[in-house]
């Protein structure tokens, strides 16, 4: 039996969740499995991995294949480093303390990474959150002003049509008495 490591599809239609699993290459991508090894939720930034390293190597160790995908979460993870060191331990070329203390360094060396890309991440987010509120602020100056300008214009005509008024008013009986005399 050919035993593959895989990734299992769940979630729903376009926020994909999947299972790291070892199953046999022969079934359906969502059926049987022999062993879930971990999940991989790729709707996060970055995208969050659990996976268990020792039950991943051990498949490794017993032969199994993973897929690209697969192989690409492993080493994220380091189990393809710790099946690595477990057989160098196998041959003799490095004692188990040292090989631990390895994968423990970069262990350590990859979560700083990922620490420094969230860090990162987040600042981003803060910095554009800041950068819209600003242009905001701006815009709602702008519109007050604007407002405050359409007022006064509206004062101003008002005036001028007030003025305008008046004026028909006193020219109105003047005009009426011009019609009085030239019917007469």
């Known amino acids: 039996m050919s035993v593959k490591i895989r990734l299992q599809r769940h979630g729903k239609k376009g926020k994909p969740f999947y ?4 199953a046999d290459a022969r079934s359906k991508r969502d059926g049987k499995f022999l062993e879930k090894l971990g999940t991989y939720n ?18 490794l160790h017993n032969g199994a294949q993973p897929t ?20 160098g331990v196998r041959k003799g070329a490095l004692t188990q303390e040292q090989a631990d203390a390895k994968l423990a360094a970069w262990l350590e060396e990859k979560a700083n990474k990922v620490d420094a890309k969230k860090a990162g991440l987040s600042k981003a987010e803060a910095d554009a959150k800041a950068k819209a509120l600003k242009a905001e602020k701006e ?7 604007a407002q ?7 004062e101003a005509t008002e005036e001028v ?21 030239t019917q007469a």
């Open 19 to 22: 299972w790291v699993v070892a």
């Open 148 to 154: 405050a300008e359409a007022a006064k214009a509206a």
């Open 42 to 59: 790729p709707n996060t930034n970055p995208a969050t991995i659990d996976l268990n390293i020792e039950k991943a190597a051990q498949w």
């Open 139 to 145: 815009a709602n100056e702008k519109r007050i002003a």
């Open 161 to 181: 049509a007030e003025e305008v008024v008046e004026a028909a008013a006193e020219e109105a009986p003047a005009v009426e008495e011009n019609n009085e005399e």
């Open 68 to 87: 690209d995908t697969a192989r690409a979460i492993l080493s994220y993870k380091g189990a393809l480093l710790k099946h690595h060191l477990d057989g």
